[in-house]
């Protein structure tokens, strides 16, 4: 069975990069992992400037459009760590969040699909053919953590 998720008010939508759970990496609260995430864009770019914007963004839509903006240069770096800067802060969240990692682990060995419409790089695309890797971070991270807790059971 595949389990599409996208908007935080659907079922799943725990899975959101949008959903409200918090996470704190290395010292620093994100109101989401959204937030998180469009703020090591500009880690150590002449842009970094933008991060504290971000990060007091009231809304992840908000800390998106800022970290989507045309004009700032990204990291020059981005390309290659992208994905494990998500992985990271997935990780982070299904680690601080008891409810949510319990969905994730109730899911057991489906497919979880980021079903973004225009989004060909995290989530599937509108034709299904996206890389999704959003989804397969998420797989990853649910493997992780049955790792993890299956040695203290």
């Not at 802060?89 to 979880?112: P, Q």
């Not at 053919?129 to 998420?138: A, C, D, F, R, S």
Request: hydrophobic share 35%.
């Amino acid at each position: 069975m595949t389990i599409y998720f996208y908007k935080v008010w659907e079922p799943y939508g725990c899975f959101s990069n949008f959903s409200p759970h918090g996470i704190e990496i290395r010292g620093t609260y994100w109101s989401t992992v959204e937030h998180y995430y469009q703020a090591q864009k500009f880690v150590g770019s002449v842009d970094a400037v933008i991060i504290p914007l971000i990060s007091a963004a009231q809304t992840p839509e908000q800390a998106a459009a800022l970290g989507r903006c045309s004009t700032r240069k990204v990291r020059c770096d981005w390309d290659v760590v992208k994905t494990e800067v998500m992985k990271e802060a997935v990780l982070k969240k299904f680690l601080t969040h008891a409810e949510i990692r319990e969905t994730l682990l109730t899911t057991g060995d489906n497919l979880l699909v980021e079903n973004s419409p225009n989004d060909y790089f995290w989530g599937c695309g509108a034709n299904k053919t996206g890389e999704n890797y959003l989804g397969k971070i998420l797989m990853s991270v649910r493997e992780e953590i049955r790792s993890l807790f299956c040695r203290y059971q």
